[in-house]
């Protein structure tokens, strides 16, 4: 099956409800015009370079999602354009996003990563850095900043209960954080967890966000 083809499957499984993020880290121009032909607007990138690239090439009505691990120091080739970033983990990075934002006069809306996933390397906040970062006095001036939600990502196993448990936390951690903090705030309401191979359980536990990129593009080959 074609790239188009997929598409049009996994949009089949996604409610109205739910926004679906193709993932196109390592796809080419072509492949993401292949579903941008299609009404697609909304692309994840997990390198700064490569997302640049593919911002200045490709048409100006696309959502650019930023997915992955954010480095301070490339805040700004970004800052001008990106619609969505997905996987801010700390207070020092949001204060660089809320200074690039100024610059750029614009406000970028933001997820906060927790870490739900059982293994050492995954990024994001606890719950405790969580609560801490949104009580902090530094956060409460950062106008050019919004935050929009969390985001997360399960542990990579073939145990579905762990994985739903995960994503029940979420839900719950984002349904507290909401009432504690964002009640007046129609801006927060975004969960994006669930990737291709944990998608629809992430769905079933609250998702409104998914980020999809192997079902829609095929296996990635990062020697391309
Ligand atoms: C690569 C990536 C995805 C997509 O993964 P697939 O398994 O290809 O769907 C989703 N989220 C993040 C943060 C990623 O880095």
Redesign the pocket.
Known sequence: MGITENYQQVLQTIPENVALVA?S?TRTVAEIKDIYTLGCRDF?E?KVQELTQKYKTLPKDITWHF??HLQSNKVKYIAPFVGLL?GIDSLKLLKTVNKEAIKNNRVIPCLLQLKIASEETKYGLFQHDLIELLEHDDFQILKNIRVVGLMG?ATFTSDKQQVQEEFEYLKRLFVSIKQQYFTNSDYFKHISMG???DYTLAINCGSTMV?????IFGE?NYNK
Do not use: L, W
């Not at 980020?211 to 079902?215: F, K, L, P, S």
């Open positions: 993932v880290k994840g997990n997915i992955g997905h990502m990737m291709s191979g980020r999809i990129g192997t079902t990635r």
